[in-house]
């Protein structure tokens, strides 16, 4: 599956989006190893802290499926009616990938028109790991 393929079903998973408080749309497609994808749209909720990021929906579905080997994620955003030229992801999903992918996992930002390829780690430097809990 190419970048702007899987851009293209976040985009369409952000047309899912339930954001009735602060109008800000995201979708996000999940990508594993073995070329499944996994979508997500951002879901919030009157109390905010229940809010679930699209970004997260997708990798606690793909967990809770039994997925574990990731490959990619594309995440586009913005108000509603309007696509931001990037969105990138919050510390915590950007923490929840650190549990699941190497440093080099891709993380494409931007819409089908027009992408901005970045790595997990560029993202997310000392990140804290498994490795920092022994």
């Known amino acids: 599956m190419t970048d702007r393929e899987l851009m293209v079903l976040a985009e369409q998973a952000r047309e899912r989006s339930y954001s009735p408080y602060s109008h800000f749309c995201v979708g996000a497609a999940l990508l594993t190893k073995d070329g499944n994808v996994y979508t997500g749209c951002n879901i919030e909720n009157a109390a905010y802290t229940p809010t ?11 967990v809770s499926e039994g ?3 990731f490959e990619a994620i594309a995440i586009v955003g913005g108000k509603r009616g309007t696509v931001a030229p990037f ?3 919050c ?5 929840v990938m650190a549990e699941f992918c190497k440093e ?3 993380v494409i930002l931007g819409n089908s028109a027009r992408l901005s390829v970045h790595s997990l780690g ?13």
């Open 91 to 95: 510390g915590v999903c950007r923490q």
């Open 67 to 69: 997925e574990r080997d």
């Open 52 to 62: 679930n990021c699209a970004e997260r929906t997708a990798f606690f579905k793909a």
């Open 104 to 106: 080099d996992f891709k």
């Open 122 to 134: 560029e993202l997310l430097p000392y990140s804290f790991t498994e490795s920092d809990l022994f």
């Open 87 to 89: 969105c990138a992801p």
